[in-house]
């Protein structure tokens, strides 16, 4: 039995870099779509996100964090190896940011592996567009997320 996976894109693009994670799952659409995933826009997450997160195996979440890093920089980690204590810096500008996101996967107990695609923001502020750090970044996030996918997440005769 095949598992079953999803790629979920997280933000809103009325918050300048916060719309990097709907961004980038455009991008894995129009250029690396896989037929075995559903890619998913799931804009500025709620509790459905949740129940949503139950149907599936694995899942890997894409979404500007504020983890001080640079503006930009992608870390993929997996939710489960970290403890919530460690995701205390690592927040979206969502309904739900990462800590909470693991706190109530725990909670429900969501047997989904969940795999977090974060990229720094620099602007979360009211506007629309990516701030130039994350515009000069994107193809690059949009390759490393793609090859991530591919090493976890592959198929034979995917494509």
Do not use: C, W
């Amino acid at each position: 039995m095949s598992k079953k996976r999803a790629v979920i894109g997280l933000g809103n693009t009325l918050r300048r870099d916060d719309g990097i994670g709907i961004l980038v799952l455009e991008s894995l659409l129009a250029l690396y779509k896989r037929r075995h995933i559903d890619y998913l826009d799931f804009g500025t997450a709620s509790f459905d996100l949740l129940f949503k997160l139950q149907g599936y195996d694995e899942v890997l979440l894409i979404d500007a964090i504020d983890a001080g890093l640079a503006p930009g920089e992608l870390s993929i980690f997996d939710l489960s190896r970290m403890r919530a204590d460690k995701l205390q810096g690592a927040i979206s500008s969502h309904e739900l940011n990462l800590k909470s996101i693991f706190e109530l996967a725990r909670k429900f107990k969501v047997k989904a592996k969940i795999y977090i695609a974060g990229i720094q923001a620099r602007d979360v502020s009211h506007g629309e567009g990516l701030t130039q750090a994350l515009a000069e970044r994107k193809e690059a996030i949009v390759k490393e997320v793609s090859e991530f996918i591919d090493a976890r997440f592959s198929v034979i005769g995917d494509r």
